[in-house]
């Protein structure tokens, strides 16, 4: 069994830092599919915690290879921040593979993130302003700058020269801002070359070797299914595939060798940015969830947004992502509600709907249904099975599962390593 998936089942935030951590120990490769530094995992080891960007989660596991696979957009500054705040905390990164594929951020992309969104106003996407969505944009548009251009300067300054011409022309004539010169990103690109060589190669033939071996390689997402550039809530999503798929085409692994798709799903919803959510709460609720849980985002410092569980996501997850298996994460912050509201269906101009509805201008009317769950008040942190949950709480998974289409293999009790109550095993 040998190639697993774990992906965000809501809006991102779920908790994936954590359960990939937590897997990290038992597998060989952590590989990141798809997005960049957008993503903010969190990962609490004893008394440090660590809030990982770009980097795997498995890189906290000293026996576990990280992997940043072709479907990553790259900023290799802060990539390079990044792996030597870890050195400086005494954890070993040498063991980082990048696929020469994937593609850089460049600063440029940046500037051009920032820009669209304020001249986008109120209808803004509320993107985390990494340049995420113009590099991923530069590659469908065939002027990206892959990380093994930083190796052949004759080529890294013609594509530069190409991405730039039109985007030069937006930025003074539309924008209202300075051109960008060509000399100064590549001189700025090529200065990272050499300290990201040690990392670069050819992962997808190295990941493929490695299951042939029989190795256990997990996949890890950023962000979550509602925001897939194909399934979320389009456009008020990222520009990339963090769902089940994309872990194939962002690693160049077939997806006949993915036996388990993992998805972590929160035991309430939260989303950061813009867009449609039922659920969301705007009463003391809401703030309740917020201040408990530690809903800020770990990227942009933004406050999330929170609302009730949505089972009409959890289930859709479910189906575009062939989830074997759910980990249900952050029970622990629901304590204390004497009665939990749970979204069942939604209400659509009047009628009844089960499933999340294709159109975007029927998801932005749907209005949840709920059915009230008893709430518990014991402190569930210490529990380490399902039967030692009080009855309530069991009650409240049991209904989840049911409601969400997979069976829920773990739950999150608390944001440690081991506050976790394993059910089935996942490896
Ligand atoms: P990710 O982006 O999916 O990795 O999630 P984030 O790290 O952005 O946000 C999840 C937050 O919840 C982090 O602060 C985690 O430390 C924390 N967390 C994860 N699982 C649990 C849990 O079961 N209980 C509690 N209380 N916190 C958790
Ligand atoms: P993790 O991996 C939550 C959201 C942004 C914005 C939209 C587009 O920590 O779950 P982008 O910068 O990607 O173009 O922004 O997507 N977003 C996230 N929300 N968690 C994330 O990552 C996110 N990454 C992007 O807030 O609404
Ligand atoms: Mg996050």
């Not at 050499?194 to 050819?202: F, H, I, N, S």
């Not at 933004?302 to 859709?316: E, L, N, P, S, T």
Request: proline share 4%; hydrophobic share 35%; glycine share 12%.
């Amino acid at each position: 069994m040998p190639a697993l998936v774990l992906l965000g089942a809501q809006w991102g935030d779920e908790g994936k830092g954590k359960a990939t951590d937590l897997l990290g120990g038992s597998v060989d490769y952590v590989v990141r599919y798809q997005g960049g530094n957008n993503a903010g995992h969190t990962v609490v080891v004893g008394d440090q915690k660590y809030a990982l960007h770009l980097l795997p989660s498995g890189i906290l596991s000293p026996g576990c290879t990280p992997v940043i696979g072709n479907g990553v957009v790259v900023d290799p500054s802060v990539l390079l921040s990044e792996l030597s705040g870890l050195n400086e905390r005494g954890v070993d990164t040498s063991k980082l593979l990048i696929s020469g594929n994937a593609h850089i951020i460049t600063p440029y992309n940046v500037t051009v993130d920032k820009v669209t969104e304020r001249f986008l106003g109120k209808r803004k996407i509320g993107t985390t302003g990494r340049g995420i969505g113009p590099t991923y944009a530069d590659k469908i548009n065939r002027v990206g700058i892959r990380v093994q251009d930083l190796y052949d300067e004759s080529i890294l300054t013609q594509k530069v020269e190409a991405a730039l011409d039109g985007k030069n022309q937006l930025l003074t004539k539309l924008y209202n801002r300075r051109a960008i010169a060509v000399d100064q990103v590549v001189e700025e690109l090529l200065g990272y070359a050499e300290k990201l060589a040690p990392y670069v190669t050819d992962t997808v033939l190295l990941l493929n070797q490695a299951l042939e071996a029989n190795k256990v390689v997990l996949f890890e997402g950023g962000q979550g299914t509602l925001l897939d550039i194909d399934h979320g809530t389009y456009p008020f999503v990222t520009s990339s595939n963090p769902t089940a798929g994309g872990a194939c085409t962002g690693s160049g692994v077939g997806p006949t060798k993915i036996s388990r798709v993992i998805g972590i799903l929160k035991a309430y919803t939260t989303r950061v940015g813009s867009g449609p959510f039922p659920t969301e709460l705007f009463d003391e609720d809401g703030e309740a969830l917020r201040r408990i849980g530690g809903e800020r985002g770990v990227t942009t410092g933004r406050d999330r947004r929170c609302g009730w569980f949505d089972a009409v996501i959890a289930r859709y997850a479910t189906r575009v992502n062939g989830l074997t298996d759910f980990f249900l994460t952050k029970l622990d912050v629901l304590t204390g509600w004497e009665q939990i509201p749970v979204c069942v269906a939604y209400e659509i101009d009047g009628r009844r709907v089960e499933e999340l509805p294709y159109s975007q201008s029927d998801f932005h009317h749907a209005k949840p249904i709920y059915e009230t769950l008893a709430g518990w008040s014991e402190d569930i942190t210490k529990a380490k099975s399902f039967s030692e949950l009080p009855k309530n709480a069991q009650a409240y998974v049991k209904a989840l599962e049911e409601m969400s289409g997979a069976p829920i293999s773990a739950i999150g009790v608390g944001p440690g390593r081991d506050e976790t109550i394993e059910i089935n095993s996942f490896l």
